[in-house]
T-cell receptor, first 115, second 112 residues
Framework: EAGVVQSPRYKIIEKKQPVAFWCNPI?????LYWYRQNLGQGPELLIR????????DSQLPKDRFSAERLKGVDSTLKIQPAELGDSAVYLC?????????????FGPGTRLTVT | GEDVEQSLFLSVREGDSSVINCTYT??????LYWYKQEPGAGLQLLTY?????DMKQDQRLTVLLNKKDKHLSLRIADTQTGDSAIYFC????????????FGSGTRLQVQP
């Protein structure tokens, strides 16, 4: 079974430019998460989707970040415009609600560098 | 991750046991987790324990939970060089919210 797929793996952009990250969760997993991991720290939740509905976006900086999961499968996270402080690893995870949703599986992440 | 604390670094010799410790503050934690992160990789779910349990064993891994002291530990028996990685403790609070709250990670270095 394929795991969580993310692309791109690495992205370098100049500040004020837009950037987008893509995630394909494990097949059948209806819950999808975006986390951000700063250097030397653990991941922190940005947004959680149940199917296509964003059910927890309290930590998403909505002035510059947006996310969508139109058909309840793939998801895209966008930053516009990017700032130097956005440099981090952006991790996508998924879980299966039917089994309690307690096992979250992570993708390899996208490492963003803003110069 | 300020509500979940871990020591930063642990060094052991190959073949020894490793014990990685974690403390958390929220008494409503329902599930507690250990994830492993190797350089340049995502997080690998190692094991997790429900808060009404005090121990869980899975091959070389033993998780101990002291709910009274809010202390979680991960013991790796017969530690190998391939176990070198960063280990994250994480929790889920309550039953409705599914977001993991992570510690800052413990870097385990295994010396041959």
């Amino acid at each position: 079974e394929a795991g969580v797929v993310q692309s791109p793996r690495y992205k370098i952009i100049e500040k004020k430019q837009p950037v987008a990250f893509w995630c394909n969760p494990i097949s059948g997993h209806n819950t999808l998460y975006w986390y951000r991991q700063n250097l030397g720290q653990g991941p922190e939740l940005l947004i959680r989707y149940e199917n296509e509905e964003a059910v927890d976006d309290s930590q998403l900086p909505k002035d510059r970040f947006s996310a969508e999961r139109l058909k309840g499968v793939d998801s895209t996270l966008k930053i516009q415009p990017a700032e130097l402080g956005d440099s981090a690893v952006y991790l996508c995870a998924s879980s299966l609600e039917a089994s309690g949703g307690y096992e979250q599986y992570f993708g390899p992440g996208t490492r963003l560098t803003v110069t | 991750g300020e509500d979940v604390e871990q020591s930063l670094f642990l060094s052991v010799r190959e073949g020894d046991s490793s014990v990685i410790n974690c403390t958390y503050t929220d008494s409503s934690s329902t599930y507690l987790y250990w994830y492993k992160q190797e350089p340049g990789a995502g997080l690998q779910l190692l094991t997790y324990i429900f808060s009404n349990m005090d121990m869980k064993q899975d091959q070389r891994l033993t998780v101990l939970l002291n709910k009274k002291d809010k202390h979680l530990s991960l013991r790796i028996a017969d530690t190998q060089t391939g176990d070198s990685a960063i280990y994250f403790c994480a929790e889920i609070r309550g039953t409705g919210r599914r977001a993991l709250t992570f510690g800052s990670g413990t870097r385990l270095q295994v010396q041959p």
